[in-house]
C-alpha cells in the first residue's frame, strides 16, 4: 500500500506562483508513475502532469508552459511548481501514483490517491 500526503497550496493572487508537494511512503517504487490531478467544483477530476520512471513527464494543454512536475526519488517526493497562475487553475489538486496503463493523464488508472490540497486563485 501507498500513502500520499500533499501539502503548498493556498490562496494566491492571478500571475503568482505556487508550489505543491507531495510525500509518498509505504509501498512506493521509484519506477511508479506519479501525477498531479485537479477537481473544481461541479466539474469532473482531470490530470494535470505526471511523471515517469525516467523522468519524462506530460502535461495537459492548459497548463503547458506554465506548470512543472519534477521528483526527488531520495526523498518520495514529487513536485508540481505552477507559475503564472490563473482562476481557472482553482481547484483541489490531487497526489496519484502508480498507474495501471502507463504513466498517462487519465485519473482512472491511477491506483493510489491523496486526500488533496486547496489551490485558489483570484
Known amino acids: 500500500h501507498v500513502q500520499l500526503v500533499e501539502s503548498g497550496g493556498g490562496s494566491v493572487q492571478a500571475g503568482r506562483s505556487l508550489r505543491l508537494s507531495c510525500i509518498a511512503s509505504?509501498?512506493?517504487?521509484?519506477?511508479?508513475?506519479m501525477g498531479w490531478f485537479r477537481q473544481a467544483p461541479g466539474k469532473e477530476r482531470e490530470g494535470v502532469a505526471a511523471?515517469?520512471?525516467?523522468?519524462?513527464?506530460s502535461y495537459a494543454d492548459s497548463v503547458k508552459g506554465r506548470f512543472t512536475i519534477s521528483k526527488d526519488n531520495a526523498k518520495n517526493t514529487v513536485y508540481l511548481q505552477m507559475n503564472s497562475l490563473k482562476p481557472e487553475d482553482t481547484a483541489m489538486y490531487y497526489c496519484?501514483?502508480?498507474?495501471?496503463?502507463?504513466?498517462?493523464?487519465?485519473?482512472?488508472?491511477?491506483?493510489?490517491w491523496g486526500q488533496g490540497t486547496q489551490v485558489t486563485v483570484s
Open positions: 509505504g509501498d512506493i517504487e521509484s519506477s511508479d508513475c
Open positions: 496519484a501514483a502508480r498507474s495501471a496503463y502507463g504513466c498517462s493523464l487519465a485519473p482512472g488508472s491511477f491506483y493510489y
Open positions: 511523471i515517469d520512471s525516467d523522468g519524462s513527464s
